[in-house]
């Protein structure tokens, strides 16, 4: 026996907010895996920005230090400088390795190392005696936060 009024209606809108949301999760799921832009990060950007900046004795830390990897393929692109440095960093690295040029501190700020290791502070500290340069920075855009990387250049 087929339902008739207010039975119907109802049975019929929960098939089309079924098919909506449905349909909403088929959409978000293929932005994830077939946009370039909206699930990844963008390292690509970062080298671009980067390399052309990079001087003599420069080091360049990434945090994560799984990121490293990723930025040395697309900085490899590019000509670098004598003595330039890139290290992995997942905690503080010591003094020592940051060497006598500028740094270049590159990491993605929400992720959870460099939320509890954040070299920002450490960086600025009486001891170290570096500045951040503001004119002299990035932050690349993502739909996600997680994926956004900053770039940021220390001076003396």
């Known amino acids: 026996m087929r339902k008739t009024g207010l039975g119907a209606t109802l049975q019929l809108w929960r098939g089309f907010l079924a098919v909506i949301l449905l349909g909403l999760n088929l959409y978000t799921l293929a932005l994830l895996d077939f946009s370039p832009t909206m ?3 963008d390292w690509r950007s970062v080298a671009l ?31 670098l400088p004598p003595g330039v ?5 997942t905690v503080r690295p010591s003094p020592t390795l940051l060497g006598t040029g500028r740094v270049w501190l590159i990491d993605a700020p929400a992720h959870s190392i460099v939320g509890q290791y954040g070299l ?3 960086l600025t500290t009486s ?30």
């Not at 052309?52 to 990897?69: E, H, I, K, W, Y």
């Not at 005696?129 to 220390?154: C, E, H, K, W």
């Open 127 to 156: 001891e170290l005696g570096y500045r951040i340069d503001p004119s002299v920075s990035m932050l690349t855009s993502s739909f996600f936060p997680a994926n956004r990387i900053r770039v940021q250049l220390f001076t003396k």
């Open 120 to 122: 920002t502070s450490w």
């Open 39 to 41: 699930g990844s990060q």
């Open 49 to 79: 920005f980067l390399g052309p900046r990079l001087a003599t004795n420069d080091a360049v830390l990434v945090q994560p230090g799984m990121f490293s990897a990723t930025l040395a393929f697309y900085l490899g692109r590019h000509p």
């Open 85 to 89: 440095h890139l290290q992995a960093i």
